[in-house]
């Protein structure tokens, strides 16, 4: 068993899911969270994800005036973040790269924030209403 | 390649990006968690919280970097009193970028 951890933007969500059912492993849990890459959360274009609120594009330039100088040079640091969706899924050994495979061929874009998959082992399941284990637990 | 995640205080959330960053991590991913640990919460005068928001911060990094990695978190997190959070380190099998559709970081 496998668990595969993908991180990947927000409108493409549905998508996701749709592909993911269509391959016959649709349990999948979803999360909220803010993520960045090496790019340090840095959005230069709005067609990254048109969702994203302004405080989160940081391609406006402020003139540089005396006072945006020291409106720059005064404010502390702050790390950014961009807001992305998480998905875990736990499947068997063999399916791990054709899921994969699809995930990455839905989420391309070719553009910086398309998302990271990570896979990791997971050692038991089970399944609470039954009390099925492992392999039967996620089937 | 290793998974660290580490559940911090959300005030100090800045500062470990932030230290991060400079030492040359920059990607993470952060989301907010509630939980408890030994202490069954925090009892404030008749009040108790059982569950106290904390950041649970995710990072996958190369084998070499973990120690690293482990030690910047550890540093700006702790404050010395109960409730600075913990550090858990997992195998990671596989990565891949998406962008790419490479298995690289």
């Known amino acids: 068993m496998k668990e595969i951890t993908a991180i990947i933007r927000r409108d493409k969500l549905h998508e996701t899911k749709k592909v993911l059912d269509e391959l016959g492993y649709p349990s999948v849990s979803i999360q909220s969270v803010d993520g960045r890459g090496k790019q340090r959360g840095a ?11 302004d405080k989160y594009c940081t391609s406006v330039k402020l003139t540089p005036t005396p006072s945006t100088y020291a409106l720059e040079h005064t404010l502390p640091k702050v790390a950014l973040f961009v807001p992305k969706r998480m998905l875990t899924m736990v499947v068997p050994d063999d399916v791990v790269s054709k899921l994969v495979k699809s ?11 398309d998302g990271k998959i990570f896979i990791s082992p997971v050692e038991s399941a089970l399944r609470v209403r039954t009390g099925e284990k492992d392999g039967e637990a996620i089937a | 390649m290793k998974m660290i995640r580490a559940f911090i205080r959300p005030e100090k959330e800045q500062e470990v990006v932030l230290a991060l960053e400079g030492s040359g991590f920059p990607s993470l991913t952060k989301m907010p968690v509630f939980g408890r640990g030994k202490q069954k919460g ?15 911060i995710m990072m996958v990094v190369d084998d070499k970097d973990v120690a690293k990695v482990i030690g910047i978190i550890n540093d700006k997190a702790r404050t010395g009193f109960i409730g600075d959070g913990k ?7 596989g990565v891949y970028t998406v962008r790419t559709g490479e298995a690289a970081l």
């Open chain 1, 43 to 53: 959005v230069c274009d709005n067609d990254l994800d048109p969702e994203l609120p």
């Open chain 1, 103 to 113: 995930i990455i061929k839905v989420n391309r874009t070719g553009k910086t924030g």
């Open chain 2, 42 to 56: 925090l009892q404030v005068g008749p009040v108790h919280y059982d569950e106290l928001p904390k950041t649970l």
């Open chain 2, 87 to 93: 550090i858990f380190t997992s195998p990671v099998d």
